[in-house]
């Protein structure tokens, strides 16, 4: 074999060892999002109801293991609030080791969902929906800082807007560094320095001190076990799913560029396995943290993933004294303007263009995920709503047209459309029985039979014309609806 042809099956070395600035970009984002995750992940350990350490392990070990395993770069994954909402009453009933058991087991249901093709059904997501899916994000991101501006200080609104201020104006003047770092470190100096008391990262919860420790979950290997962590631990599978196919979504459009949805979601499960065995309560993609990695900081490679975990893991325990002081109101800048950034602001403008049908996907969308906290409940309502519009436009272009030959002896009735339950349920009634002559032609040339309802709703057709000494014939079948129809007809007893 040639030196060439050699060459060509080399590995190409990642942009970051070729490039200096694209390796400081994405040393940077790494930090940047590693501060921005440790009042998160301390955060959602409390909505679990598990210790501190749970969550910031979980945000270590997922953001390592995704950044190799995982099909989108630059995506962050760690603990989220969705999967606490999920594994907080199986943690207050039965205690963080049956959590730990439902994280593993939930990536085992992730692994096998990624075999069996789950990232395929990402294609069936409506357009409206992902809007809707952006948008409550958004809106979530900014009511969860909401609790950081309410009984605080007057200072923390100042350093708030401080905060806002740089990141705004900074790009202006310079990207060399991320404009969130140097929020973070010039409001984290200025308050130190001048003794400003307002509510700091170190307030949200005690920052562990010691490496997290590979153990299997100390629970009875029963099936009495297996039946209480299953149910949570697929809950879990799914939620995390959904909310990491759908960021990574949002990502491709971002960046332009196309990632592995099927390496995305086993690399999630595996992610979860790991998680579980080294004491971290379970997470997915988030959001937020994404969009401050991608947007704000121009990440684009695997290595700003992999540095948020190590930073993250390296700032609370050897600099976790630090990292206390961070003020919480330049981490609320932060994801303000991250928030600011998610939203879809061009789909406000287009409301009054866009059909009814779309928009109240989107708002059904954007309101469940809002008023439940939980983008797998908004999601699976905007798709659900989707199909029924949908399938309800569908439905009103079905057309029936009887024409009646010249000698009078034969009406040619022709169907126009989709047939499926929806449309072919008034079809039984769209023939005129009494007054055909005793032969009619159905023509379903330009027609298409989805389902058993079409079926059964021709059988009842010409079943009433038989009933009356008359023959119906139905002709002009293409392939699929010929070999749907030959296999159902007649065989559908209590058909309409």
């Known amino acids: 074999m040639s030196r060439p042809a050699l060459r060509s099956f080399r590995p190409s070395r990642p942009d970051w060892l070729s490039s200096p600035r694209v390796l400081r970009t994405e040393v940077l984002a790494g930090l940047v999002v590693a501060l921005a995750l440790i009042p998160e992940a301390i955060a959602f350990s409390l909505v679990a109801g598990v210790d501190p350490r749970a969550g ?64 395929r059904l990402m294609r069936f997501l409506p357009r409206s929906v992902m809007v809707g899916f952006v948008n409550a994000l958004a809106i979530l991101i900014f009511l969860s800082q909401v609790p950081h501006l309410v009984d605080v200080p007057w200072a923390v609104y100042g350093l708030v807007v401080a905060g806002l201020v740089v990141i705004i104006g900074l790009p202006r003047l310079t990207r060399a560094v991320p404009a969130p770092l140097v929020a973070i470190t010039v409001l984290t100096v200025f308050t130190v320095a001048a003794g400003v008391a307002v509510p700091t990262v170190g307030d949200q919860g005690a920052l562990p001190d010691s490496l997290p420790v590979l153990a299997l979950p100390s629970v009875p290997l029963t099936w009495e076990t297996l039946n209480t962590i299953a149910p949570y631990a697929l809950a879990l599978a799914l939620v995390g799913l959904i909310e990491s196919l759908m960021t990574a979504k949002l990502v491709d459009d971002i960046t332009d560029t196309h990632s592995n949805k099927t390496r995305e979601s086993w690399g999630q499960g595996v992610a979860n396995i790991v998680t579980g065995f080294f004491g971290g309560m379970g997470g997915c993609a988030m959001i937020g943290q994404t969009m401050i990695n991608v947007k704000a900081s121009g990440a684009r490679t695997r290595l700003s993933t992999f540095l948020a975990g190590v930073f993250l893991l390296i700032l609370v325990v050897a600099l976790g004294d630090l990292v206390g002081l961070i003020p919480m109101a330049a981490l609320v800048a932060v994801m303000i303007m991250v928030s600011v950034g998610t939203f879809d602001w061009h789909s406000l403008r287009t409301l009054r263009r866009m059909p009814k049908s779309e928009t109240t996907v989107m708002l059904s969308t954007v309101g469940v995920t809002v008023a439940t906290h939980n983008l797998a409940y908004g999601v699976g309502v905007g798709v659900l709503v989707a199909m029924v519009l949908f399938a309800r436009r569908v439905a009103h272009v079905v057309d029936v047209t009887g024409v009646l030959e010249p000698e009078g002896a034969t009406k040619i009735y022709r169907v126009s459309g989709q047939l499926f339950f929806a449309s072919s349920n008034d079809l039984v009634f769209r023939f005129d029985y009494a007054g055909d002559p005793d032969t009619v032609v159905i023509d379903l040339s330009a027609a298409h039979i989805w389902d058993a309802s079409t079926v059964a709703a021709l059988d009842a057709i010409t079943a009433k014309y038989a009933s009356r000494g008359k023959t119906a014939t139905i002709t002009g079948m293409n392939e699929p609806s010929r070999a749907r129809h030959a296999a159902l007809a007649g065989n559908l007893a209590g058909a309409p």
């Open 56 to 119: 910031l392990f979980a945000s270590f070990t997922m953001a390592v293991t995704i950044s190799i395993t995982g099909g989108r770069p630059a995506m962050i994954s760690a603990a989220t609030g969705a999967i606490a909402l999920v594994v907080a009453p199986l943690a207050r009933e039965h205690g963080l080791e049956y959590l730990l058991a439902a994280v593993v087991l939930g990536g085992v249901f992730q692994v096998l969902l990624a075999a069996a093709g789950v990232a």
